[in-house]
């Protein structure tokens, strides 16, 4: 089993700045030292998208709306991953989750396995 915790989410203006984090958790994540995270979101009646995920290698994966803006890292050390959202669109509000997969990549939600419970973004 694979628990993932975000948080940092919050209100900004457009042009601000916030860090979301993901910490995972869990005897399935700690067995098995190649997981792909990534960070997806949900607006309002739309549905969930991929923003960004990062492999075990480090190679990483972007949405064209956020590429140049969004930066996805990890430490392994702290079992966490980081979401740096900078220039901060008011279309860049939404429910953002974090989500983790064994092995591979992309940004196709439905090959991730396990999924936090969300944070909230909302940029004015």
């Known amino acids: 089993h694979v628990q993932l915790v975000e948080s940092g989410g919050g209100s900004v203006q457009a042009g601000g700045t916030l860090r979301l984090s993901c910490a995972a958790s869990?005897?399935?994540?700690?067995?098995?030292?190649?997981?792909?995270m990534a960070w997806f979101r949900q607006a309002p009646g739309k549905e969930r998208d991929g923003v960004a995920a990062?492999?075990?290698?480090?190679?990483?994966t972007y949405a064209d709306s956020v590429k140049g803006r969004f930066t996805i890292s990890k430490d392994n050390a702290k079992n966490t991953v980081y979401l740096q959202m900078n220039n901060l669109k008011p279309e860049d509000t939404a429910m953002y989750y974090c989500?983790?997969?064994?092995?591979?990549?992309?940004?196709?939600?439905?090959?991730?396995?396990?999924w936090g419970q969300g944070t909230q973004v909302t940029v004015s």
């Open positions: 989500a983790a997969k064994p092995g591979g990549g992309g940004l196709i939600q439905s090959t991730y396995y396990y």
């Open positions: 869990g005897q399935s994540y700690s067995r098995y030292d190649d997981w792909c």
């Open positions: 990062i492999d075990n290698d480090g190679s990483t």
